[in-house]
């Protein structure tokens, strides 16, 4: 929708922002949702765009790591349901592209920031898939992450996000099931098969616990982000009750987690796992992950590939417009 | 920050709100907005878009442009105050609870 132009931010708060400020507090504080043509602070408008552009930026880029999987998909079934997941990441991205620019920056600058390296997407994509048991893995545990981070966000305070993210959500839970019934097909063959399966599992456990973004001592964003109700659970929070549903379904698997100090807190009610790498995480998050590089290359590359598709487009509609004019003008 | 697409065009296709009606006899609904070149591509835009689990039965695009809005801010004065006009609900008329049919 046409949002409101960015509003400079003035030195000294005129009238009209002091009714918008308390406007957007008192539905703030009645838990209900601003919409686009609402008054909102400058911080929160950015904070959102950052937020939604960058999960933008995930969907898209998380394209990459499975569609090289399809060619080699050990089924035609497999191979359909792959195909499915990922044109759902690029629906997923642009549900939230069109969610992002409702709050004024249009999308292809958005865009641009992705290909010229300069927004930041899920560090979890800058990962390799080595196996076919990837695929299940990235299924079971990144899309469950991500389904445990996102519920929530179906209540965030701002409308465009909220309604988006509720679409995702739904269509989200057959990618993680898809990716639990390639482990269990293959945990259930083959010594061999169950090994890749373990291995899989053993490589993305961390870096999916490490979605959740950093410790809650170290998330300085985090507490405004709950205030202003976009937010409504702490990282590690999310994070623990993930581990705690993971804990019971790798059982099903008939494999394990490769975390010797997972257990339940009696006490706390809380899951307790091990310390994360996130040194590593900063690592990977500041593009010297293992294929930071080749992801922004291939989406660089996709982007100039389809160039001509856009100017076919749009030769194509000025032609077909024409034709309508002339035919106007016959009649 | 750069705001040069790669390739050699750099105006955007204009922005269209997409609208799903999911079955026979519902209104549409709107469901997102999309990039388009003209109305035909828009549509097919959406269909990809938001209608890839049967979510729909008729899809409307309209330009983002053409669409007025109220504004949010004269909500007190533009949408008229329900105070004191009780009686435009049916349950102001209390004497007649518990007649049949009525």
Redesign the interface.
Known sequence: ??AAPLQPVAAEASEEDR??QA?FDRIIADDSRI?P???MPEAYRKTLTRQISQHAHSEIIGMQPEANWITRAPSLKRKSILMAKV??EA?HG??LY??A??LGT????L???L??G?AKYSSIFNYPARSWADMGAIGWLVDGAAIANQVPLCRASYG?YG??MV?ICK?ESFHQRQGFEILLELSHGTPEQKKMAQDAVNRFYAPALMMFGPPDDDSPNSKQSMAWNIKRFSNDELRQRFVGMIAEQVKVLGLTLPDPELRFDEETGKWIHMELDWQEFKDVIAGRGPCNAQRLERR?EA??NG?WV??A??A???K??QRKMQKAGAA | ?????????TN??P?W?VFVRSSRGLSHVH????????A??ALRNARD?YT??NEGVSIWVVP??A?T?S???AKGSFFESPQGKDYRHATYYTKSEGVKHL
């Open positions: 929708m046409a009714a918008g406007a919409e043509t609402d008054w044109q759902d629906g642009l549900y069109s969610a620019e409702t249009p999308r292809d600058v865009n641009q920031q290909l010229d300069k465009p309604r988006a679409r269509e660089r982007h100039a160039a856009r100017e487009a749009r194509y509609a000025q077909a417009g | 920050m750069s705001n040069q697409p790669m390739g050699n065009q955007i296709w922005l709100e469901a997102g907005s999309l990039h388009a070149p003209d035909e591509m878009l890839r689990r983002s442009e669409i809005a504004d949010p801010d």
